[in-house]
C-alpha cells in the first residue's frame, strides 16, 4: 500500500474525471437551461429540444470516441515503457 | 481473428438479405390479395423460426459458453447484441409513445438512456472485463470479499431484472394479441416460448447470436415507417435530419387547434365530469346506494313500459357492474375522475420544455426532468443484464471499444424516436381530428377492442376532438403505419421488430437471473462442488420456473411499460451503482460500507415506489398509505433518493470502519493497463 500510484492510474484516472464533469455539465447544466435555449433556433428546431433528441447524443458518442483513443494511446504508452524496462 | 469475424459479418448480411427478400414477398403477396391476418403469422413464424434456428445452432453444454459466450464476441457484434439486449419494448413501443404524449419532457428518457453509455465505458466496461468473472454479484463479492454481499447483490438484480422482465413479456402479450388476434393471456405464453427457445438451449451464446440477428430486425422495422411517412411529408426518406421543419408545422397547427373553442368546450365539460365524480366520492357510501337505486327505479319503468328489451339489458348490466362496495367505488370513481382531469387540462405544446402555468409548476417539472435523466443514466450504469455483456469481448480494449459500438446502435433508434413521434403527431393532427366519428378509419375499432384507444363523443357534435381521443402510449408505433394508411406489411414488420425488441431484452435478462441463481447461490455458496454439468442442468430449469413466473405476473397487467421499466432501472442504480463505482474508484470502500449503501439505497427506493404508487397493499395489510411525493418528485425518478442515500451511507460506513487489506492488491491488479494481446 506505500507504493506511489502506477502513472498508467494516475493518467486514467484524471482523464476519467474531466470527461466525466464534461458529460454532467453536458446531461444536467445545459438541460437545466432547456427552457431558455428554446428560444434561439438550431437547424429549424428550438435548441433546448434539438439538444435533448440529438445534439447530447452525439456528444455522448464523442467523449466515449475520445476515451477510447486516450486509452489506446495509453496502453500503446505503457508497452513501450515495459519494453524499456526490460 | 479476421477471416472469422468476416465470416460473421457474411452471415449476418446474408441473414439481412433473406429478411428484406422475405419482407418484399410478403409485400407482393399482399399486394394480390393475401389476407392480413396470414401477414401477421408469416411475421411471427418467420422470425421466431430464425431465433430459435440459431438457439439450436448455439447450444452448448460449456460453462465459459454458457455464462458468458466463451469471451469471444468481437466488439462490433457485443455491440449489436447489447443494443437488442438494452433496446426493450419500452424503448420500442413506449418511447416514442412517451414522447408523443408528452413533447420534450419524453426526451429525458432519450437523454438517460444514451447519457448512461458514458458512465458504462468511463466507470465499469473496462474494469469488468478486467476482472474477467461470470456474474455482476462475483465482482462485488470478490471486491469486498464474503458470501452476504453476494446474496444482496443476487436480491437485487433479481429483483430489478424481474420487474424489467415482465414489462417485457407484457408487451409481447400487446403485440401477438393485436397482430395474430390471440387472446392476451395465450399472447403472453406464447412468447415465453419464444423466449425460451433462444435462451434455454445455448444461454449466453445462443442469446448473444440471436440478439445480432434481433437487433437487424428491430431497427429495420423501426425506422421503415417512419422514413415512408417522412417521404410522403417532406419528400425526404431521412426523418432524423427533416423533421425540424414538420415539428415548426406542427406547433403552428397546436396554435390553432388547442384555442379553438370546441376543444375548449370539451375540456369544459371534462372538467365537469370530474367535479361530478368528486361530488359522489365525497357522499360515499350514500352516493352508490342512490345509483343503485336510481338505476333500479329506470329498469323498473322500462319494464312497465314496453320498451325495447336491449335497453333494459343494457341498464341491467350497467347495474350489475356498479361497485360492489364503497372502497370499490372509490377506486373506480377516483380513477374515472383522474382521466377526466387529464382530459380537461389543456395540451401541452411538443417542444415547449417544462410546461407549466405557474414558475412554481415549472420548476417542479424541470425538476423531475432532471431527476429522472439521473435514474435512467445511473440505471444504465448499474443494469446486471447490460454489464454482463462487457464479460464476453475477448479482451479491455475491446470491451472500451464496444460500449462505442452499443451507444452507436443504440442511438439510431433513440434519434428516430423523438422524429416519430413528432410525424404520427402531425398525421393525427391534419387527418385524424376533426373527422366525423362514423367515418374514423378501422384500426382505431382494432385498437379500442384491446383497451389502449379510446374515443368518446363527449360533446355529441358527432366530430372528433382531440381531447375525445385517448391513445395509450404504447401503441403509437404499432399504430402509425396504419394511422398512415400503409400497407399491412408495414405493420406486420414493426410487430416484428417489436416482438424482436421485447424478446432479446427478456433472453438477456432471464439469463441475468438463472445466473444469479445458479451460478452465485447454488455453486458458489451452497455446493461448490457441484459439476459443471449439475451446474448448467440446475441453470436451465431455473430458467424455466422463472420465466413461467414472469409470465403468471404479466398476465395480470400491472401497469404501463414504461414506468414498469423506470421502476426497474431505479431499482438496479440505487443498489449496485454505489457499490461499484466507490468499489473501483476508492480504496478505502469497505464491505460494511458496501452492504449498508445498497440497503440503504434499495430500501429508500423501494418504499418510495410502493408509498406512491400502491396506496392499498392488502397482501400485506397496508392501507392507505399513499403519501404525498417530495420535492413534487415521480415515483419513476425514486432512484434519486435511493442513489444519493447509497452514496452517503456507503461512504460514511466505510469510514467508521476499517479498511480492507485485500482491497489494495484487487485494486492493482483491476486498475492495471493492458496485458499485451497476442496478434
Redesign the interface.
Known sequence: ?LQET?V??RK??RL?II??LL?LV???GV??F??E??QLDF????L???M???G??LL??A???Y??RK??A??AE??NARDEGG | MLPSLSRLQRYYLVYTGVFLLFIAGLAALEQNGMPPRWVGYAFLVFTITMYATIGVLSRTSDVSEYYVAGRRVPAFFNGMATGADWMSAASFMGLAGTLYLSGFQGLAYVIGWTGGFVLVALLLAPYLRRFGQFTIPDFLSARYGGNFIRLVAVGAAILASFVYVVAQIYGVGVITSRFVSLQFEIGVFVGLAGILVCSFLGGMRAVTWTQVAQYLILIVAYITPVAILSYNVTGVAIPQVVYGQVLAQVSQLEKTLFDSPVEAEVRQLYRERADRYAEKIMQLPVSLTHEREQLANQINELKASDAQMREIVALERQRRELPHDPEQARVRWENAMYSAVDRSKPPVHHAEAFPGETPEAQQAQRLNFLALIFCLTVGTAALPHVLMRYYTTPSVAQARESVFWSLLFIMVLYITAPAYAVFAKHEVFTNLIGIPITKLPGWVAAWSKIGLVGIEDINGDGLLQLAELSLNPDVIVLATPEIAGMPYVVSGLVAAGALAAALSTADGLLLTITSALSHDVYYRIFRPDASTQFRLVISKSLLLVVAIMAATVAAQKPGTILSMVAWAFSIAGSAFFPALVLGIFWMRATKAGAIAGMLVGLSITLYYILRLEFSNLSWLGLQGQAMEPWFHLQSTSAGVFGVLAGFVTHIVVSLLTPPSPEAASFLARIRRGHDREVS
Open positions: 500500500m502506477p498508467y492510474w486514467t484516472r476519467t470527461l466525466l458529460w453536458l446531461t444536467f438541460n437545466w432547456a427552457r435555449l428554446n437547424l429549424g428546431f428550438p433546448g429540444f434539438y435533448g433528441a440529438q447530447a447524443l455522448y458518442l467523449i466515449i470516441v476515451y477510447n486509452m489506446r495509453l496502453d505503457q508497452d
